[in-house]
Structure formats: C-alpha cells, structure tokens
C-alpha cells in the first residue's frame, strides 16, 4: 500500500521558520502533482501550494512570498519551507499527493496524516 508520511510541524514564533516534508512510501508506479494544505480549527481545508511533476508551483495568495514548495523527485519527497510565519498559519498541514500504483492503472489522490504548526509567542 502507498503511504504519505508527513514530519517536521511544531510551536514556532511569529516570524519564525519551519520546514516540513512529505515521504512517498510503497508501491507505486508513478507521482504526479504534490500539494500541501491546511485547516484551522472551524474553517474548510484550503490549498497552501501546488507542485507539478514539471516543477510549476501555485501558491495560496496568503502565503506567497513567505512558502517554498519544492520536491525531490529521487526521493518521492515534497518539501514545504515556511519563512516569516504568522499567528494565522496556525493549523494542521496535510501533505496530498496524485500516485498512480501500477502502469496504466488510475490516478488516486493520497493524504498524509496531518502536521500541527502553531505559530504563537
């Protein structure tokens, strides 16, 4: 079975900085987009930022200029950096990504289990 195991969340302060990865585990035959997103305490999930198998990046306009999403493609790893963190990046952070399992076979979404970062002094 395939896998996303996330690490890397924590107790930050305003201003701070924090990195978190994503691992692909299993088996697989393919990856294609990788995404993180979040979701606060009351409030829907929302898309953080977006990867494409291409390299092309979006990003939530909340975070632009302040997130890095990157992956490493050897590595079946997403990567998001997250500089000048404010109170209200505060949420759990999911790790999302498109794997299909075997040749031919259909494209699945697949979610890791959720990363707290609280930003707060």
């Known amino acids: 079975q395939v896998q996303l195991v996330e690490s890397g969340g924590g107790l930050v302060q305003p201003g701070g900085s924090l990195r978190l990865s994503c691992a692909a585990s299993?088996?697989?035959?393919?990856?294609?987009?990788m995404g993180w997103y979040r979701q606060a305490p009351g409030k829907q999930r929302e898309l953080v930022a977006v990867?494409?198998?291409?390299?092309?990046?979006n990003y939530a306009d909340s975070v632009k200029g302040r997130f890095t999403i990157s992956r490493d493609n050897a590595e079946h790893t997403v990567y998001l950096q997250m500089n000048s963190l404010k109170p209200e990046d505060t949420a759990v952070y999911y790790c999302?990504?498109?794997?299909?399992?075997?040749?031919?076979?259909?494209?699945?979404?697949?979610w890791g289990q959720g990363t707290q970062v609280t930003v707060s002094s």
């Open positions: 990867i494409t198998s291409g390299g092309r990046t």
């Open positions: 999302n990504a498109g794997i299909a399992e075997s040749y031919r076979s259909y494209v699945l979404d697949y």
């Open positions: 299993g088996s697989f035959f393919s990856i294609g987009a």
